[in-house]
């Protein structure tokens, strides 16, 4: 089993950015890969973009283009989301998800999540 825990969402205006942090517990050795997901009230959930745990190469949404970028500290166990220049549209719901099966990083399937952290994004 794994365990999620994210956090630093929170409130900010459109341009400028926020840093999201996943925590993973439990048995991490076993991650193949993270990713990050978001959900907005009234739409399906998306896929923000991935990181494969051993090799940390990435995968990101077109919807956020080169504006977030995704890395991992090996040492923490920690998978981090920085958002630049956010728009009123990044507002959702954002989650972290693990998996230790082999899939393509653009894959929804995910066994492991966490609960969310709120991003609000004011124009």
């Known amino acids: 089993q794994v365990q999620l825990v994210e956090s630093g969402g929170g409130l900010v205006q459109a341009g400028g950015s926020l840093r999201l942090s996943c925590a993973a517990s439990g048995r991490t050795e076993g991650i193949y890969r993270m990713g990050w997901f978001r959900q907005a009230p009234g739409k399906e959930r998306e896929l923000v973009g991935t990181?494969?745990?051993?090799?940390?190469?990435?995968y990101s949404s077109d919807s956020v283009g080169g504006r977030f970028t995704i890395s991992r500290d090996n040492a923490k166990n920690v998978m981090s989301l920085q958002m630049n220049s956010l728009k009123p549209e990044d507002t959702a719901v954002y989650l972290c998800?693990?998996?230790?099966?082999?899939?393509?990083?653009?894959?929804?399937?995910?066994?492991?999540w966490g609960q969310g952290t709120q991003v609000t994004v004011s124009s």
């Open positions: 998800a693990a998996d230790e099966r082999i899939r393509a990083l653009s894959s929804y399937d995910y066994n492991y």
């Open positions: 990181i494969k745990w051993s090799t940390r190469i990435t």
